[in-house]
T-cell receptor
Framework: SQTIHQWPATLVQPVGSPLSLECTVEGTSNPNLYWYRQAAGRGLQLLFYSVGIGQISSEVPQNLSASRPQDRQFILSSKKLLLSDSGFYLC???????????FGEGSRLTVL | RKEVEQDPGPFNVPEGATVAFNCTYSNSASQSFFWYRQDCRKEPKLLMS???SGNEDGRFTAQLNRASQYISLLIRDSKLSDSATYLC??????????FGKGTRLHILP
């Protein structure tokens, strides 16, 4: 069966510090991978998605970046965090041409 | 126009009532449609897919109107446990999957 793991679950970071969130999927190959962010009391905002290694589409250029170093690994990064980066970050995968998403447990980021 | 739009609510509905949500999408080439449920501070969970012919799962019925570019979710005989945020999700193109902002539902005892 397929599983998705995301970490860390919780982190508190000062403004201007770097960020790295990691997500891995097991039990499937060539998944579509997604990073979403949910600010407090708001909907899920698509940040990045990838339909294959080396293919990353960005929806919010700002100060975040994503990489897919391996088929089933998706990393969200920032060199310098802003206060507005606080939120609940969710990694998800789906099968090609599906739309049914399978989510990780989420990473709750607080930037102080 | 936003890619996926929903009424944020909240909808305050007495237990046992029927409630309906709508969602509109802007890209007529959108490929697949879903309703998700999200409980407070948790990840979203798939509630049901939405098919052109309409589909039903117990007390839940989903419908798609491609001509008018909207999807709907109907909940019959609502339960207290139905209280949650309901998210409309659209695969708008090439596996770009967009969420609506969600509709909050409160079932009142």
């Amino acid at each position: 069966s397929q599983t998705i793991h995301q970490w860390p679950a919780t982190l508190v970071q000062p403004v201007g510090s770097p960020l790295s969130l990691e997500c891995t999927v097991e039990g499937t190959s060539n998944p579509n991978l997604y990073w979403y962010r949910q600010a407090a009391g708001r909907g899920l905002q698509l940040l990045f998605y990838s339909v294959g290694i080396g293919q990353i589409s960005s929806e919010v250029p700002q100060n975040l970046s994503a990489s897919r170093p391996q088929d089933r690994q998706f990393i969200l990064s920032s060199k310098k965090l802003l206060l507005s980066d606080s939120g609940f970050y969710l990694c998800a995968w789906s099968r090609t041409r599906s739309g049914e998403l399978f989510f990780g447990e989420g990473s709750r980021l607080t930037v102080l | 126009r936003k890619e996926v739009e929903q009424d944020p609510g909240p909808f305050n509905v007495p237990e046992g009532a029927t409630v309906a949500f709508n969602c509109t999408y802007s890209n007529s080439a959108s490929q697949s449609f879903f309703w998700y449920r999200q409980d407070c501070r948790k990840e979203p969970k798939l509630l049901m897919s939405v098919y052109s012919s309409g589909n039903e799962d117990g007390r839940f019925t989903a419908q798609l109107n491609r001509a008018s570019q909207y999807i709907s979710l109907l909940i019959r005989d609502s339960k207290l446990s139905d209280s949650a945020t309901y998210l409309c999700v659209v695969n708008v193109r090439d596996d770009k999957i967009i969420f609506g902002k969600g509709t909050r539902l409160h079932i009142l005892p």
